[in-house]
């Protein structure tokens, strides 16, 4: 399975819990296939054709990125509007992505317990993440379930590891043992 990860991180350099996920995949894995969207697109100007061309080579994309006020840091949110367009993704003609999976990996200053009816946070990942779920499906891609890295700022190195390891695993599970 060919894996394109989409890093989404506006200052990687100061990051702990992205970079360390980063970091466990090139360990891991070196058939997959990781850009940095902040560090390719310093001035915004997103190649729509160069992304488009991208997505069609590979099975499963993930879209990897810190959690900021309930969504994704605004360059990935530039990147949908760039690359997601009608005739190509959806709508008459648009029908590239069919089949395609999308994969959601986000790291979190809040808790788990955080992120529940009653918690802090009041909903959960999975509600949260609503609008790019539905962007994937309205695109006829398949959506699998999320990565979440929880508390990413209290973890030890030894945590992060931890997480490291899992999102490695994660991201090449296939999608039968994922679902279910
Ligand atoms: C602008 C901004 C908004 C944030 N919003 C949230 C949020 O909505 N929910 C949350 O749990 N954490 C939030 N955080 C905490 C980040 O998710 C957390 O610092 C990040 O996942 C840690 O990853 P890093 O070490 O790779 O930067 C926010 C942080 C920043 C800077």
């Known amino acids: 399975m060919k894996i394109l990860v989409i890093a ?5 350099n100061n990051s702990r819990a992205n970079k360390a996920l980063l970091q466990g995949l090139n360990k891991n894995n070196d ?19 160069k992304e488009q061309a991208l ?17 994704c840091p605004p360059l990935l949110k530039k990147w949908f509007d760039d690359v ?9 003609g648009g029908n590239r992505l069919v089949g395609k999976e999308f994969l959601i990996a986000t790291t979190t200053g809040g808790s788990d317990k955080s992120y529940r009816s009653g ?5 959960t990942i999975s ?10 499906t309205k695109c006829k891609g398949t959506y699998l379930p999320a990565f979440v890295c929880y508390n990413a700022n209290a973890l030890t190195y030894e ?5 490291a390891n899992r999102y490695a695993e994660h991201i090449r599970t296939l999608m039968p043992v994922l679902a279910h």
């Open 8 to 12: 989404a991180h506006p200052d990687l």
């Open 31 to 49: 058939a997959i296939h990781i850009r940095k969207l902040y560090e390719l697109y310093p001035d915004w100007n997103v190649d729509t054709e």
């Open 55 to 71: 997505l069609l080579q590979y099975d499963r994309i993930v879209l990897q990125f810190p959690f900021y006020w309930y969504s």
């Open 84 to 92: 997601m367009k009608p005739g190509w993704a959806y709508g008459p």
């Open 119 to 123: 918690g802090d946070n009041q909903f």
């Open 127 to 136: 509600e949260l993440l609503r609008p790019m779920e539905r962007t994937v």
């Open 159 to 163: 945590g992060l590891e931890r997480e």
